[in-house]
């Protein structure tokens, strides 16, 4: 019997909109309701909660209150320094006093993360980078990107702290938009309480093999986290994890088990025009499938393959695996 | 001096939303403040806009004075079949009600057409594809995007529709995705009022040559309208026209004089952290260039170049005249 | 028990040369050892053969004793059309004395399917296109390129002529890029016996869905061949089939049993630094897993998830198909 | 008057081969025809050399008369790790005798290096990677690419080594990937003699933009060379430096200059059916341009429009100067 505990960010229960159907592709709706429908899910066992709270929620008991009556604890928070306020950047604004807010925010959801007994606070910078060339001072925008994730870490140190990278979107491009980018800013940082949330798509779409991904932040001791969902390879499309690739998905896990990574395997998914329980317990199924091909599947014969790079032995054994675990 | 009129589309002085600044980029604008900005414009002759009217604005009269008073004139059209209730689709929905919401929704734009003295209806079927492998029947979805506009064009002999191409975008992907496409799509529908607005960008973010798009859409007898901006090619990023390609605009451009096409520019821009006035003057001061550019290039020397696939001696004509005019 | 016919490109059991490795990946290989490789493959039916035949063989007769030996057929006759002489283009060279060898060539294919009784000639283009902007004359070269076939179909109304379209590679650009644009072409040659030979691979990285490029084929009356391999989606790597994208390739499969398309499945792929005979009863075994899946698979079911545009039944529907039939 | 010193690498004015061309783009041409066409080009100073020496030449004395006569110098050497022995890779190959002769080369080209009394040896590992998922332990493959490179830098001390990194090709996946992926595995080696040959189209192909790479290369010390050429974004097309991409062009060589770096201005450029000898006049002629452009630009005001992340004065500035100075 499996062990393996699932998450979710909570905005995989949201509605959303985008600069099209900007009435949304549904109803707004409230935290409370999101994570009843988080507890619907046949094995979902922790939520990523943005900070502010979706629809303007304020009472921490109603919270705490939904997520007992579901069975759901907090891993992360999410501060949301990605809206209006910081559209030209969070921790790499041209404006100090929108940087001192950014500051403020996450010095706030690190006080949410402490109320929630959570494991971290997540960084998602989606908005510092730039769109033109010429726009920014490249140097700079790197430092301060450095240097307002470093402040943070030092301001809570009994915390941590984990960035999500993503090559792109909202900006054209995020400053930090890969895993070596993003471990060679941490290791400038010199904290030990700053790592990677790795999600999948977002290395995948990146151009990284989100395996070898993986295995860098492990290796540099700094794979905190992570989350999955799967896309086209040429944007965050946020799809049902393993509709796609499957295999590749599968190499990422058989990573994490090589390496005895252990954590919450997180869904990160927007089913705009999905229901989001199906969707979600679509996206499990198939992880509980991994799971079972994993159990099955001859490591040792791996590692000789791989010792070869050998492609096509490599490809069979992991075929047998999961193809005959679903 | 020039006689070239510049177009765009009313939406480029809005404010916008996405997935993640879901507060927007800007607080709202009427449709009566957006005109005014454009008619700041410092060379701006006719609008495209969305139908029904951005924010709510139902007075026909309020926007006729705001037109009037900013010498704006109405070129197109836009019906807004990519809202929330079309989410799964407009032509493609697998809801019958919601195709014939559709029709109804674009007849009411066609009026709208007539009443302005328009150009065309412009159709952009944003959410008529699909996002998942397996999703759709093909056969269907592809019937259906040619039977939905063809209906239209038979309901309304006497207005021109264009259809707006686009590789993706909110859907994963889109039915009517590239030039090819479109135009065996239209020539199916075997009537005369259907043709193509071509948007550089989707062309360019599509793996095209709008060049070559271009020339394909003139020789169908099809090219019934088009506009700018540019991307990293990758994503529909609508950024400002040649601020990353100058080189494949100039042919674009280069093509529809060789063709004798005329038609206003337009521009498709989304500012999302700009200056909406700003960047458009930004946009037509270099279309201006490109207009000097093309009264300067040798066409003799270019067509002799070409008929000899010389790439070099082509590039350098080209630069001599795009390099030299700004 | 299966009756589907399996066949490879020889070009499979060839080895390469790239422009780094001009030595190539190996020593290189008659056409007979080819053939004596792909007789060595579990289940292989039928070869494609490259003309002139690779390694300078001439003589008919050993060519035929070594199909004969190895329980071999020839589908398809591929003119070379894409060398040294060829490198500004066959159909679209700025030299007419160069069209007329294509031409020439082709012919001579021709022959050579008479004389195998083979399927037909396929035609892959891959140096009519351009690199640069401004390089050739975008009319010019798209009706060159419909000429130069539609002018070898009407020599040869006995044969049939396949086209296989391709986004880019050897030429930065091709002209007869996807599938839309080839049906485009193949529609204003006005004749019976041309059609596309639908590659997986290139579909998928020219940014389409093959299963949706395979059913407008079909609705054409079109899809005369097709090959099969994978990719990363950005380049024609011709990686082992169904090592990357398990579940569109049975959505392709799906398309063609759905429209009761029969022909033989063949391969396209070049292990450039694997086993060519291991690598192609890696993707046979798997095809084989695909048949088996389409046998188990509801279409009825499908089909009705598909009317609905039902994204998590329809991909559950695959994976209980795929999944347990390994 | 310019003191830009120009370079390109030799094989700019090679004929090439291709995986389909397998009988090349024109005649095979020795290492002093090669190098008595560099002489032809109107402002080139230095040469890239691989080695072993193209077509198979051993008289050190007949190439030092070559380029004596042709007053060119050699910038650098660049070992072939990446022929047909070392197509499983030359520092990760599985065979530690591969891996050793990877290194003798290395160490003869080092000898060279000397001999020409050149600034670096160039190591470009470009069968260094992997094709497939589950194909290589990703620790091991990014481990052994570290201390390859270490290896060498320690045995010979006295000299530079670059790293030319690349996302992909000939491998599907190189291990040298990206600037930050590089520079991370540098930091690890901890030795002062290797860094980074900064490839303009490698960086652009791969997601970045080369102007913020080059920024954070020269941030860690490691900008040791570069070289330019263009693309479409998708791939390694080798094209005319400035022939698509201009303005990033443009910015990458403001950040140079901003950065007081000083370096020659190397062309990477392989111009399969163009005359070389054009192809690299055609450069250079633009490059001049851009030094022209350099000297004009406003860097006060740029610094000032980047403090802001003003992106319409920044491409003002640039446009200002770059379209005025051809």
Chains 1, 2, 3, 4 share one sequence.
Not at 67 to 77: D, F, S
Not at 129 to 140: E, I
Not at 179 to 200: C, H, Q, S, W, Y
Not at 250 to 269: A, I, S
Request: aromatic fraction near 12%.
């Amino acid at each position: 019997m499996s062990n393996q505990k699932y998450g979710a960010g909570i905005w995989h229960f949201a509605t959303y909109v985008d600069r099209y159907a900007t009435d949304g592709y549904g109803p707004p709706r409230s935290l409370v309701e999101m994570i009843d429908l988080a507890g619907q899910v046949d094995d979902l066992s922790v939520v990523d909660i943005n900070y502010p709270f979706p629809g303007g929620e304020t009472s921490m008991e109603k919270i705490e209150e939904a997520l007992r009556r579901n069975n759901l604890t907090v891993i992360g928070i999410t501060p949301e320094i990605y809206t209006r306020r910081f559209a030209k950047g969070a921790f790499t604004n041209p404006d100090p006093g929108i940087r001192r807010l950014a500051n403020e925010m996450v010095n706030e959801a690190a006080n949410v993360v402490r109320r929630f007994n959570a494991s971290y606070v997540k960084l998602w910078p989606g908005q510092d980078g730039w769109d033109y060339p010429f726009q920014v001072d490249h140097r700079r925008v790197w430092q301060q990107s450095i240097e307002g994730v470093a402040e943070l870490a030092e301001q809570n140190p009994d915390l941590r702290f984990v960035i999500e990278y993503k090559p792109r979107e909202p900006r054209v491009h995020m400053s930090y938009d890969s895993v070596a980018r993003t471990l060679l800013g941490i290791e400038k940082m010199g904290v030990p309480n700053v790592g990677i949330l790795l999600d999948f798509g977002h290395s995948l779409y990146g151009g990284e093999s989100p395996a070898d991904a993986a295995q860098l932040a492990i290796d540099h001791g700094r794979l905190f986290g992570m989350d999955v969902n799967d896309n086209l390879r040429s944007w965050d499309d946020d799809l049902i994890a393993g509709s796609v690739h499957p295999i590749e998905l599968f190499e990422f896990f058989y990573t994490l088990r090589k390496n005895k990574w252990e954590g919450v395997w997180q869904l990160d998914q927007f089913p705009f025009r999905e229901d989001s329980v199906r969707a979600a317990n679509s996206a499990i199924g198939f992880l509980k499938g991994i799971e079972r091909a994993l159990d099955k599947l001859d490591f040792e014969a791996m590692q000789k393959a791989q010792d070869e790079h050998d492609a096509v032995t490599a490809l069979k054994l992991a075929r047998d695996a999961l193809f005959t675990s679903y």
